[in-house]
């Protein structure tokens, strides 16, 4: 087994906070699992921890965050929807990144969460891929970018992109945009294809 990762002695990115809407705290936690995470909700009854890497359950490096969206932000949510009502113009914008997201989404905001190798990778789209009802209406994606395809960005590399409303760190309104994305190296790095690599169609 790999050393804890408390003891990485370096700099690191070590959690992301995340939201849900009041009453969806379970269908969170599904979401969240369903990308492999194991989720504890029995710490708090408004929020939970959920663990990126299963065999390491640190409440405080490489872990996800889970809590009820609150009341000034559920305020300010409440408000761009008033507001993308009224406004055409503001409505058209939204659903022109949002559709951009869906289908070229390099250069949105998101996060990425690694898994250990390829296989594992495609067990977790194929989970979301069978997904039903609700919980599947409220996913875009997978887009997956495998090996060979033709805007991957080095064959070292596979990324599927995915995108929700029910889980969320930044405005729900806007959505949150995650990479899921596996190395499987040959060499010490991974290698581009190009010596300058372009994003797929931005």
Same mark, same amino acid.
């Given at each position: ?69 609150? *009341?000034?932000?559920? #305020? &300010? $949510? ?11 113009? !503001?409505? +058209? ?22 898994? *250990?190798?390829?296989? #594992? &990778? $495609? ?11 609700? !919980?599947? +209406? ?41 990479? !899921? ?22």
């Amino acid at each position: 087994m790999h050393a804890p990762i408390a003891r990485y002695p370096g700099t690191m990115l070590n959690h992301v906070e995340m939201l849900y809407h009041p009453g969806e705290r379970e269908l969170a936690a599904t979401f969240l699992r369903t990308l492999g995470c194991v989720v504890d909700t029995t710490a708090h009854p408004t929020y939970a921890f959920a663990f990126i890497n299963p065999e390491d359950r640190d409440i405080v490096n490489n872990v996800l965050y889970l809590s009820e969206i609150r *009341p000034e932000q559920l #305020a &300010l $949510e409440h408000a761009l929807r008033e507001a993308l009502r009224a406004d055409t113009t !503001l409505a +058209e914008s939204l659903e022109g990144y949002r559709e951009k997201r869906r289908t070229r989404p390099h250069g949105i905001p998101h996060f990425g969460i690694r898994y *250990p190798s390829f296989a #594992a &990778l $495609e067990e977790v789209i194929a989970r979301i891929e069978s997904l039903e009802g609700n !919980l599947r +209406e409220r996913i875009d994606g997978p887009i997956v970018l495998r090996p060979g395809d033709g805007q991957s960005m080095t064959d070292d590399l596979m990324q599927a992109f995915i995108a929700t409303d029910i889980a969320f760190s930044g405005l729900g309104t806007l959505g949150q945009a995650i990479e !899921l994305q596996a190395q499987e190296i040959a060499g010490d790095v991974p290698k581009p294809k190009r010596s300058v690599v372009p994003t797929p169609a931005s």
